[in-house]
């Protein structure tokens, strides 16, 4: 994670002991005696020195990735604990595996560059664990939708407005209607592509499961920490989407209301259409067998 110099900077300057420096002196030149502001100065151009040296910079570095870890462990456990109890207990035992590749790597470090790697590693399994739980969390808000009922749905909705269009003789009605139209092929287009976003997310979670059962077939007959390393790459690999699905996923996550909520205006005025959805079972996550 590279940190720009200016936060190096803002760090020491925003520091609760230089703070008090600053407080102290200006409460000193108005009560002691003015020349005390030389001293503020000096020691503010002191402080800017120090904030180039090698050493302070990497201490600051390593306060701001701690900080960032602990918001992404606090973010990943907020979207855990909101998913149902079978997607949770699948995270769970993700968890526990990514901890015990975690402590065989670093037992198996024996030289500087190993212990290199064993940091790149925990970084790589921290990023694994919250692309997991954002991944258990699309599925659980797509799983539970019947596509074919809502596509079968808006397809008549389609004729239906097309039949109107070909008989419509007054034109306002007409530019109303053809408005109507290119809204409902618009969600016929947006369902399709989130029923296959679907598919492809539990496919990807069937990789991901058989990867684990691989990984923790393997993990303790490797005798380096490069090969551990190896084995969470082609995890990370294994989570990859496509550029035509990374979109909608992405707005999947960043507000899930206002990417299917459109899906189900249709389908709350048909008794029919929501019953069926009341009575499909609720979605189950990828058991992860080990």
């Not at 910079?57 to 909101?82: P, S, V, Y």
């Not at 596509?147 to 530019?175: D, F, G, H, M, P």
């Amino acid at each position: 994670m590279q940190i720009p110099q200016v936060k190096y900077l803002k760090a020491l300057y925003g520091s609760n002991a230089n703070l008090v420096f600053i407080g102290a002196m200006l409460f000193l030149s108005l009560v002691v005696n003015p020349a005390m502001l030389f001293f503020l100065v000096a020691g503010e151009l002191g402080l800017f020195m120090v904030g180039q040296l090698g050493f302070v910079q990497n201490m600051l570095k390593k306060g701001f990735e701690n900080e960032a870890k602990l918001l992404q462990q606090e973010k990943e456990n907020q979207l855990a604990l909101a998913l149902p109890t079978s997607y949770q207990n699948d995270f769970q035992t993700l968890k526990t595996l990514c901890q015990e590749i975690e402590k065989r790597a670093s037992d198996q470090h024996n030289d500087k560059t190993a212990m290199i790697t064993v940091g790149g590693l925990v970084e790589k399994l921290d990023h694994f664990r919250f692309e997991y739980v954002q991944m258990l969390r699309a599925h659980s808000m797509l799983a539970n939708r019947n596509y074919k009922q809502l596509q079968n749905l808006v397809e008549k909705e389609i004729k239906k407005a097309e039949q109107n269009l070909c008989t419509e003789e007054s034109n306002q009605v007409r530019v109303a209607i053809e408005q109507n139209l290119k809204i409902l092929r618009q969600r016929l287009s947006k369902t399709r592509q989130l029923e296959d976003l679907v598919r492809l997310i539990e496919a990807r979670l069937q990789v991901v499961r058989n990867s684990l059962q691989l990984v923790q077939d393997e993990l303790y007959s490797m005798t380096n920490v490069y090969g551990i390393s190896e084995m969470v790459d082609g995890l990370l690999v294994n989570m990859e989407l496509t550029d035509e699905f990374r979109t909608s996923y992405n707005e999947l996550l960043a507000g899930e209301n206002t990417s299917i909520s459109s899906l189900d205006i249709e389908a709350g005025g048909q008794n029919n259409f929501s019953s069926g959805l009341e009575n499909k079972p609720k979605p189950q996550a990828n058991k992860i067998k080990y």
